[in-house]
Structure formats: C-alpha cells, structure tokens
C-alpha cells in the first residue's frame, strides 16, 4: 500500500502474512471485547454481593466503556509507528492481567478500579485496524476491516456462557485460590488472553508494517483539523457507540417492558449483536463494490425505520366526545401496541444495518487518509466509543422526562437524523454548487489495481472540498 514503510521481508509475504494477521488479530479482538464488555452479565452476582445500589452498579460498566474509548487515539498512532503486532501484545498482557484483579475485589472502590483497567481491552479496536488496513491493498481494505471488525461479537460471549457458568459453580473453588461464581468468568479469559498472545506473537509476521515509522507526531496529526473526520466521528458514533449502549441497556429493557427472565433477556439481547458483528464483513464487501457513501444512505434508512417504530410508545389517545346537550363520554382512538415478536424484529434489522454501517465508515478513512489511519481512526473510534458511555445516560433521562421506555429509542432516532441530514447536506451542497459536473458520479466501485486510481481520485475527492 502506498505510503506505508515495510521491510522487504514484509512485503515479501504481504500476502500469506495478511491473512495470518487477520485471522489472529480478530480473534484477540473477539476476546478482548468480550472481557470488555463482561460487567454486562456479571452485574447482577456483583450487585447482590456488594449490595449495590442500581446507580452504583451502572458505573462499574461506565468506567469500563470510558476506558475502553479514551486511549484509542494513542492505540492506532503507536499501530501506526511502531506495528500492530507490538501494540496488541502489550494489550493482551494488560487485559489478562486486569482481568484476572477483577476476580480478586472486595470491595466497591476496588472493583471500580479493576473495571476501569479492564477497559483498557477496548482500545484494540483501533490498534487493529491500523494493523489490518497495513497489510491489505485498498481494494480490499473494506472487507478486511469489516471482518476485523466482526469481532465485536465478542460483547455476546459473556451473555451466553455467563449464567449457566455462574450458576454451576457457585460456592466451590478451584486450584485453591480461584472462585467460582461471577469470579470464575474473569480468571477464564485472563487465562485465554494468555493463549491467543502466544498464538499471535507465533504465527504473525515478525517483520511488521509500520506505515507511520519515522513520520512526526505532529504530521500524523494533521487530518484532526478537518471536519469531515469529525463527521465520521459523529456517523461512528451513532453506529458503535449506540451499539455499545444498547448491548448493556437491552437486557435489562427486556425484563423490565416485556417480563422475561435475565437469562431470556440477554439472549434476545444477542439477536442484535450477532448481526450488528457479524455482518461488518458484508457492510465493508458492499463499501468494496458499491461505496461507502453509498452504504451509509441505506444505513441511515434503515436505521431510521427501525428506531422510528421502535420509539412509538404503547398506549392510545383518548378523545372526548358529546353524546348530548348534557352528557360526554370519551372515546380511544389509534391505539398501538408493540409485542415481543415484532419488537425483536425490528431491534434486529437496527442490528443489521448497524453492522454495515460500522464497516462503512472505516472504509472512508483509509480512502481519504491512506497514510495517517492510526491517527484518524484512533479518533473516530475513540468519540465513537465515547458515545457508548454517554449515551446509557441520556436513554435514562429520556425514559424519566417522557414516562416512556421507548424514549431510548427516541434518542437513538435523533442522533441518527442528525448524521443523515448532515451527510445528505453535504453531498447535494458539493454536487449542486461546487462540483456540477459530478452530480451523476458521487460515488463509484473502488478501483482496483489495474485502474488508474489517481485519476479516480482526482474524479470523487472535490465531493469532501472544502473538509465537509
């Protein structure tokens, strides 16, 4: 890929090598997001434990999630600089580690620190996409980072295997010093962490791509100024960030609205992760083949659909009328009702095109930042992730000023118009009034290396003039 500093070994097995760092980067990614986003099962044991109050329990998984999103900046520039290989062995290690203090807390204070170190896991993401888009030529660079980025069903492995693990080995202890219960559930990926760092640090290439070697800091920096990469922030923002939100928000919303059962809710919950995860690779072939500008206008669509239904609050509006001179009744009219079934439904297909829209947004930025992806991308993840940490917040409060639970989904349907409108804005703004001649052409398949890909670029780039 242009641009990036390899050694000749590298590039020598850029191809058998690319496929290696794939596959062990998303499956280190897999784990380390499932440790990240344990405190979501592993709630309800601590609560009873400690005694803690519901405010006190949201914060344990609030400081895991801000943790999870404040170094990604420094993750994907230190990717960058130094390879992916070295920034995701010392996050293994870190995360094992840290996992393994969470099973040994005794206290509120103390598990609040453990939580925030665990969160460290999180930054991996940026870390590995800097990584990938290395080691993958541009046309391919959007499935890559889709299928990287499929790793976020790692947020469903606690929520699987967490209850019936819990529950079989309450009370008992292993090897002397391990309990069972919630704390088994952090000593087993402590352990597993271990595991796949010996299988990342064995079988990736030992000569790296390090597209930032030798850049200065402050070049790397640069692209920060511009606004669209604030505006990717924002798109990742309603993407991930609401992904992350709803992935720890969701089960207790089945319990409370519908009467399920914890275990129930967290698998109905798995419904939207699975393919919120899974279908990144088919949202980064579909960037590849069609733009991602493009899979972001359906993304949106989609999105406000779902959202838009979902927020409707059960209920019906009553009228009253005059059945004479002396006498009014009151009559109800347009009542609605949303079931489990079509609730799901619906929280599926939000899953869905958030799964594309997740891969469609990274696949912008190794487009219009081919050499400084570590740097645009650390920041991008990072509000991105952020937005998983204000937004719980802001669901709440919805919940509280309106009486309706589904104000969280209100929330949800705003942040997303936002992002269409200011997408759509500047698009027809550059076609209609700076790019004319254009106006057929905002978008077109990737080229591929055969094609001349400066004068495509050359074709698409006046869409984002002027940093839009």
């Given at each position: 890929?242009a641009?990036?500093n390899?050694?000749?070994?590298?590039?020598?097995?850029?191809?058998?090598?690319?496929?290696?760092v794939?596959?062990?980067?998303?499956l280190?990614?897999?784990?380390?997001?499932?440790?990240?986003?344990?405190?979501?099962?592993?709630?309800?044991?601590?609560?009873d434990?400690?005694?803690?109050?519901?405010?006190?329990?949201?914060?344990?998984?609030?400081?895991?999630?801000?943790?999870?999103?404040?170094?990604?900046?420094?993750?994907?520039?230190?990717?960058?600089?130094?390879?992916?290989?070295?920034?995701?062995?010392?996050?293994?290690i870190?995360?094992?580690?840290?996992?393994?203090?969470?099973?040994?807390?005794?206290?509120?204070?103390?598990?609040?620190?453990?939580?925030?170190?665990?969160?460290?896991?999180?930054?991996?993401?940026?870390?590995?996409?800097?990584?990938?888009?290395?080691?993958?030529?541009?046309?391919?660079?959007?499935?890559?980072?889709?299928?990287?980025?499929?790793?976020?069903?790692?947020?469903?492995?606690?929520?699987?295997?967490?209850?019936?693990?819990?529950?079989?080995?309450?009370?008992?202890?292993?090897?002397?010093?391990?309990?069972?219960g919630?704390?088994?559930?952090?000593?087993?990926?402590?352990?597993?962490?271990?595991?796949?760092?010996?299988?990342?640090?064995?079988?990736t290439?030992?000569?790296?791509?390090?597209?930032?070697?030798?850049?200065?800091?402050?070049?790397?920096?640069?692209?920060?100024?511009?606004?669209?990469?604030?505006?990717?922030?924002?798109?990742?923002?309603?993407?991930?960030?609401?992904?992350?939100?709803l992935?720890?928000?969701?089960?207790?919303?089945?319990?409370?609205?519908?009467?399920?059962?914890?275990?129930?809710?967290?698998?109905?919950?798995?419904?939207?992760?699975?393919?919120?995860?899974?279908?990144?690779?088919?949202?980064?072939?579909?960037?590849?083949?069609?733009?991602?500008?493009?899979?972001?206008?359906?993304?949106?669509?989609?999105?406000?659909?779902?959202?838009?239904?979902?927020?409707?609050?059960?209920?019906?509006?009553?009228?009253?009328?005059?059945?004479?001179?002396?006498?009014?009744?009151?009559?109800?009219?347009?009542?609605?009702?949303?079931?489990?079934?079509?609730?799901?439904?619906?929280?599926?297909?939000?899953?869905?095109?958030?799964?594309?829209?997740?891969?469609?947004?990274?696949?912008?930025?190794?487009?219009?930042?081919?050499?400084?992806?570590?740097?645009?991308?650390?920041?991008?993840?990072?509000?991105?992730?952020?937005?998983?940490?204000?937004?719980?917040?802001?669901?709440?409060?919805?919940?509280?000023w309106?009486?309706?639970?589904?104000?969280t989904?209100?929330?949800?349907?705003?942040?997303?118009?936002?992002?269409?409108?200011?997408?759509?804005?500047?698009?027809?703004?550059?076609?209609?009034?700076?790019?004319?001649?254009?106006?057929?052409?905002?978008?077109?398949?990737?080229?591929?290396?055969?094609?001349?890909?400066?004068?495509?670029?050359?074709?698409?780039?006046?869409?984002?003039?002027?940093?839009?």
């Amino acid at each position: 890929m242009a641009g990036h500093n390899a050694s000749p070994a590298a590039t020598d097995q850029s191809g058998r090598g690319s496929t290696r760092v794939l596959t062990l980067s998303t499956l280190a990614f897999t784990l380390m997001f499932a440790a990240w986003m344990m405190f979501g099962v592993l709630g309800v044991p601590i609560r009873d434990e400690f005694g803690l109050s519901d405010v006190e329990l949201s914060w344990v998984t609030a400081v895991a999630i801000l943790n999870g999103a404040l170094w990604r900046l420094p993750a994907g520039i230190l990717a960058d600089r130094y390879g992916g290989r070295i920034v995701f062995t010392v996050l293994l290690i870190a995360t094992s580690v840290f996992s393994f203090l969470v099973a040994h807390v005794q206290s509120y204070g103390m598990l609040l620190v453990a939580a925030f170190l665990v969160g460290f896991a999180g930054n991996s993401f940026t870390a590995g996409i800097t990584w990938n888009s290395a080691w993958f030529p541009r046309h391919r660079q959007g499935f890559a980072l889709g299928v990287f980025g499929a790793g976020n069903v790692g947020a469903s492995v606690t929520k699987f295997l967490g209850p019936a693990l819990i529950a079989s080995t309450a009370g008992t202890t292993y090897l002397g010093f391990v309990e069972g219960g919630w704390r088994l559930i952090p000593v087993i990926y402590s352990a597993l962490l271990l595991l796949v760092l010996a299988a990342l640090w064995i079988g990736t290439p030992r000569a790296d791509h390090r597209p930032g070697a030798g850049r200065p800091l402050r070049e790397q920096l640069v692209p920060l100024r511009q606004v669209r990469v604030w505006r990717f922030s924002l798109y990742y923002v309603a993407v991930f960030g609401a992904y992350v939100a709803l992935s720890s928000w969701l089960p207790k919303y089945y319990v409370d609205n519908f009467g399920v059962s914890l275990t129930t809710g967290a698998l109905l919950t798995a419904t939207f992760i699975f393919p919120a995860s899974l279908l990144r690779p088919l949202g980064g072939w579909f960037s590849d083949r069609f733009g991602a500008r493009r899979a972001m206008y359906w993304t949106f669509a989609l999105m406000l659909v779902s959202s838009g239904l979902l927020m409707m609050p059960n209920g019906h509006i009553v009228v009253e009328v005059s059945e004479s001179r002396s006498a009014t009744g009151t009559a109800e009219v347009l009542p609605f009702s949303m079931g489990l079934v079509p609730f799901v439904l619906l929280v599926f297909l939000l899953g869905c095109s958030m799964g594309i829209g997740k891969a469609a947004v990274y696949k912008h930025i190794p487009e219009y930042f081919p050499n400084e992806v570590g740097s645009v991308g650390g920041l991008v993840g990072m509000l991105g992730a952020l937005g998983g940490f204000f937004l719980p917040p802001l669901f709440a409060y919805a919940t509280d000023w309106t009486g309706f639970p589904s104000a969280t989904f209100g929330v949800l349907f705003l942040l997303t118009l936002v992002c269409a409108l200011w997408m759509h804005h500047t698009v027809v703004h550059l076609l209609t009034r700076e790019s004319p001649e254009l106006r057929h052409k905002f978008e077109h398949p990737e080229p591929r290396p055969t094609h001349d890909v400066a004068e495509t670029e050359a074709a698409t780039k006046p869409l984002e003039a002027a940093g839009r």
